[in-house]
């Protein structure tokens, strides 16, 4: 894949939804989420960025050290990849959640692959039950299960596919920068994710990371 490949990890958000503080600092035994992460991804990549809140700026920096380059959050989860983005020159990056730290080395590759082939790529999930498009309270068209896909992380992009993903989509908000590359008119490839990549928002979803998760994957 040469040696040019970074990756962005967004951290920039607070927990207030789960009401323990930043989910990357949270512990899971010996480690934190954040150091379970980047034992994931260190033997990737040429260079991991992590986005902070600023403050938690110097929390990071000690529990990191010199394995990431840690810098001030944006707003949003788009402004901190942009942030990111422009600290950085790969040729290739991976974007992944900081609050789905259970990521398999595996499945970080395939999407690095499929990204460095095709220039655009990400973990989808086939779900279990048909999908619904939901309009303003109302379900107005159903998605069969075999061509609905429940986006995952990582995703990954080729610095051309985002450059020319930025040319085209200028001055125009979106919610992800997969949303900024499939509007663009960019197809993503398909890289079948797992359901152990469970993202940590709730209560609920760090009970079944501390009870389930960890434990199946021998975190202690």
Same mark, same amino acid.
């Given at each position: +894949?040469?040696?040019?490949?970074a ?7 607070k927990?207030?939804?789960l009401g323990?503080g930043?989910? /990357?600092?949270?512990?899971?035994? #010996?480690?934190a989420?954040?150091?379970i992460?980047l ?6 990549? #040429?260079?991991i960025?992590?986005? =902070?809140p600023? *403050?938690?700026?110097?929390q990071?920096?000690?529990l990191?050290?010199s394995? =990431? *380059?840690i810098l ?5 989860? $788009?402004e901190?990849?942009e942030?990111m983005l ?8 991976l974007?992944h959640?900081?609050? +789905? /730290?259970?990521v398999s080395?595996s ?6 692959a499929?990204a460095a082939r095709d220039g ?6 086939? /779900?279990?039950?048909p999908?619904g498009? =939901?309009?303003q309270?109302?379900?107005?068209s159903?998605w069969?299960?075999?061509?609905a896909?429940?986006?995952?992380s990582? $995703?990954?992009?080729?610095?051309s596919?985002?450059e020319s993903v930025?040319?085209s ?5 979106y919610?992800?920068i997969?949303?900024?590359?499939i509007?663009a008119g960019f197809?993503?490839? *398909?890289v /079948?994710?797992?359901?152990e990549?469970?993202?940590?928002t ?8 501390q009870k389930?998760?960890?434990? +199946?994957l021998?975190?202690t």
């Amino acid at each position: +894949m040469g040696h040019d490949i970074a990756a962005l990890i967004p951290a920039a958000g607070k927990g207030e939804r789960l009401g323990l503080g930043p989910k /990357p600092l949270l512990r899971l035994g #010996d480690c934190a989420l954040i150091e379970i992460l980047l034992d994931t991804l260190e033997p990737l990549v #040429d260079g991991i960025y992590i986005t =902070a809140p600023i *403050e938690y700026l110097e929390q990071y920096r000690e529990l990191v050290g010199s394995r =990431a *380059e840690i810098l001030i959050g944006g707003e949003t989860r $788009q402004e901190s990849i942009e942030i990111m983005l422009r600290d950085c020159d790969a040729e290739l990056v991976l974007v992944h959640d900081a609050s +789905m /730290p259970f990521v398999s080395r595996s499945l970080c590759a395939e999407v690095l692959a499929a990204a460095a082939r095709d220039g655009a790529a990400g973990a989808f999930l086939e /779900p279990v039950l048909p999908a619904g498009y =939901a309009f303003q309270g109302r379900v107005v068209s159903r998605w069969s299960r075999d061509n609905a896909r429940l986006f995952q992380s990582p $995703q990954g992009f080729s610095r051309s596919c985002l450059e020319s993903v930025k040319a085209s989509c200028a001055g125009k908000g979106y919610q992800s920068i997969a949303d900024r590359v499939i509007k663009a008119g960019f197809a993503m490839t *398909e890289v /079948p994710g797992c359901a152990e990549n469970i993202k940590i928002t709730t209560p609920l979803d760090w009970l079944i990371a501390q009870k389930v998760i960890a434990p +199946m994957l021998g975190i202690t």
